[in-house]
């Protein structure tokens, strides 16, 4: 297996989760520069810059606000100093059946992603139902990013919507003699508003049990494109842009925004298998998402001013 960070892929491995002879270290790759170009012209970042740097830089918080904010959302700042985007945006699923011990696993019976041949979630379904918990792949596809893959055949290009598949084991279409070399993120000729609002049981490090990505295009002080996209419901990033399309040609107020947020979480569908009630999870859809495009559309967050706990991870840093 490759390796860069590490920081998914050594504690899967000290639990067994992997089977692996060798590690192929991509530290000696030259990636180029971290960051280039900007919201006008577009712009790249490399799959080898650090989470850290992501989060901090000054060209992605003014152009992709939303990456900066899942970015610095990541788990311990220790951690965002040596993950990668590329490492977290192939974060493997997770599970609650699947990230445990090989001594709890083998006691609770092995399921279909590892040793075992049924879906412990669902043991009549023929696929794994693990949990997509990238914080960054929903905020790619809701930027309309394409990921640069570089293979023994050459390199290509796919856009980040079509790079993962709603399946909890073969997760991506990427090839294993691939690795991503970059995120492309398109240019913006308008003026474009995005953020990434997450939701943990402890704000200091978890994993996503949530995950809201929205982007909005403004001319003329309208919405002219709205898209979006959820983590951590689903075994892949789940696009809503076609419920935010009542946004288009308006200038989003609170109401609209409410009904619009009440909508958008029916694509939403939880399982009892990561942290906290699934019932509850599937409730807060609709708060987050109703946060996140308060905060796009500069509206006052609920409940007057937000603590700490509860502003976007990035704006807390950048203080």
């Known amino acids: ?5 590490g920081t998914d892929l050594l504690p899967n491995l000290k639990r067994r989760q992997f089977d692996v002879t060798s590690l192929i270290s991509l530290n000696a790759i030259d990636w180029g520069p971290d960051v280039e170009g900007d919201a006008r012209t577009g712009m790249k970042i490399s799959a080898g810059a650090t989470l850290h740097e992501i989060a901090r ?9 939303a990456l900066s904010q899942a970015c610095g959302a990541v788990s311990t700042p220790q951690i965002r100093y040596m993950g990668t985007l590329g490492g977290n945006l192939l974060v493997d699923p997770r599970c609650n059946y699947y990230n445990q011990t090989q001594a709890w696993r083998k006691a609770a019976g092995f399921c279909m992603k590892k040793d075992g041949d049924i879906c412990l979630v669902a043991p009549s379904s023929p696929r794994c139902w693990a949990v997509s918990s ?5 905020v790619a596809v809701a930027l309309n990013a394409e990921l640069t893959l570089q293979g ?9 919507a079509d790079f993962y598949r709603d399946d909890g084991i073969e997760y ?6 691939e690795v991503v070399r970059a995120v492309n993120l398109p240019r913006t000729k ?8 997450k939701l943990r049981r402890r704000p200091a490090f978890d994993f996503p049990i949530l995950g809201v990505a929205v982007a909005l295009d403004w001319e003329d002080g309208a919405v002219s494109a709205a898209r979006g996209a959820l983590g951590a419901v689903g075994s892949r990033p789940v696009e809503i842009s ?5 946004l288009v040609g308006k200038n989003p107020d609170e109401e609209l925004i409410a009904a619009v947020a009440e909508a958008s979480d029916k694509r939403s569908r939880p399982l009892d298998n990561t942290d906290l009630n699934h019932y509850w999870r599937k409730r807060m859809t609709k708060v987050y998402i109703e946060r996140a495009l308060r905060d796009v559309c500069g509206l006052e967050p609920l409940g007057g001013r937000l603590s700490a706990q509860l502003k976007p991870v990035a704006e807390i840093g950048a203080r």
């Open 1 to 5: 297996m490759f390796i860069a960070g």
């Open 57 to 65: 830089h000054r060209m992605v918080l003014a152009g992709y606000r």
């Open 134 to 138: 990238s914080d960054s792949a929903p």
């Open 152 to 160: 023994v055949a050459g390199s290509r290009r796919v856009r980040a």
């Open 172 to 177: 991506t279409t990427r090839r294993p003699d």
């Open 190 to 197: 308008l003026t474009m508003t995005s953020a990434y609002w």
């Open 242 to 246: 076609t419920s935010l399309d009542p």
